[in-house]
């Protein structure tokens, strides 16, 4: 079973960066579609990135240009660079399989907060 950790999550002024990890216990390989799950107070849980086992990767328009999402397959790990951090990027921030029909556990995430 596979069993998810986020971490690097902080506090930053905006304009500055973060990288986030998600490290899984198990292989990942087998899951073609990984992705990136922010929840900010009272707003829906929303998919902000993807990538496949091959490296094909899809961003949420508000974050295009800005975030970039990699896949390590051999270490079981995918990360999220987000550059230029907005005030409205602060959420908690999840990864798991895309879409989360069958999903795995979700992990505790990792808090991002951005101020202004």
């Known amino acids: 079973q596979v069993q998810l950790a986020e971490s690097g999550g902080g506090l930053v002024q905006a304009g500055g960066s973060l990288r986030l990890s998600c490290a899984a216990s198990?292989?990942?390989?087998?899951?073609?579609?990984m992705g990136w799950y922010r929840q900010a107070p009272g707003k829906q849980r929303e998919l902000v990135a993807s990538?496949?086992?091959?490296?094909?990767?899809y961003y949420a328009d508000s974050v295009k240009g800005r975030f970039t999402i990699s896949r390590d397959n051999a270490k079981n790990t995918v990360y999220l660079q987000m550059n230029s951090l907005k005030p409205e990027d602060t959420a908690v921030y999840y990864c798991?399989?895309?879409?989360?029909?069958?999903?795995?556990?979700w992990g505790q995430g990792t808090q991002v907060t951005v101020s202004s």
């Open positions: 990538i496949t086992r091959a490296g094909t990767t």
């Open positions: 198990g292989s990942i390989f087998n899951i073609n579609h």
């Open positions: 798991n399989k895309a879409p989360l029909i069958l999903a795995v556990d």
